[in-house]
């Protein structure tokens, strides 16, 4: 997801948005059915790395469509998108189990999801046909807006390491919660249960977000969203068994709104939809590749130290970086909105 989100904003200029979203989502829907029929793990890897790419190509588009179609109101679409992305792998995660239990097969469990692939290339043909004819990233930026390349600005690094931060926590935390707390001596459907409240509460976090923060200049929000990451995360750390309940949604709350405002960020940095997508593409890619390092991390701490109180310090120290880089993220007074 996050190599394949960099070529993303050339591929659209060269063959067309919509061309390339709905390549994108037919590779996604092949890809899922290949892993029903898989006969070999080297298989089902692949087919999972095509899924990967199909979300990648696609979600690195997404934030130049709502900065053509919605621009006045980016950060509540954002909010929208990251919620219906987690509600989406929630609703997955927790169906795939019973339906392979149902079925006695985890081959139709894997592969009957291809079935929303189906819908989304339905949906995205629908809403190609009811735009303009000009395809989002092909219309040439004005003369008096150049198309900036992200690389080149230290407002892009900010971003792309602010959802780089939030990323790690959210990877480290989403694939750990539910065995740490097995360790520290709750029942399988009680850590099943703190699981399920921290999907919850990303997904009211990206929401939330999305509806309060209505100023281009987010910082503030961002420092409450942050800031509600490391209160929740050092009071863990320490007290790991402390009303988990309260602390665990507090952490997954915080990263949900900082999410959709990470999200958000490049809308507010850039001119033209050209730019949304480059600069978006850049965000994406750096965040991604960093945020799948998060679970190794948390992993790793844990095998050297023998508990898992080391790495959710090393998740606290991660949150103080994000909250700190809260400051740098001002938005761009030269950026603005052009449909």
Known sequence: MGGLAFPTPWLA???GRDNVILAALAILTLA???RAFANSWIVLLLATAGIGA???VVGALIAGFVKKS????????MGVYAMSLGLGSTLAAGSAGPIATATASWRFSSGIFAIFGLTG????LYISRREPATSLGDAPAPASVPHRRPWGYPAAWFAALYVATNNILFFGFIAWTATMYRELGVSNAQASTLLASFTIAFMI???TAGLISRNTDRRRVITVFAGLVLIGSVITAHVPLLMPYLFIPVIAFGIGGSFTLGMTLPLDHTATVGEANTWTAFVMGIGYSTGAFGPLIFGHARDLTGSFTAPLWVMGGVAVVMLSLAPFLKPDREAKAHP
């Open 121 to 124: 290339i339905a949906a995205w």
């Open 13 to 15: 200029t060269r063959f």
């Open 54 to 56: 199909g979300i990648a």
């Open 70 to 77: 919605f621009p006045r109101h980016t950060s509540l679409l």
């Open 32 to 34: 899922t059915l290949c």
């Open 205 to 207: 976090g990206n929401l």
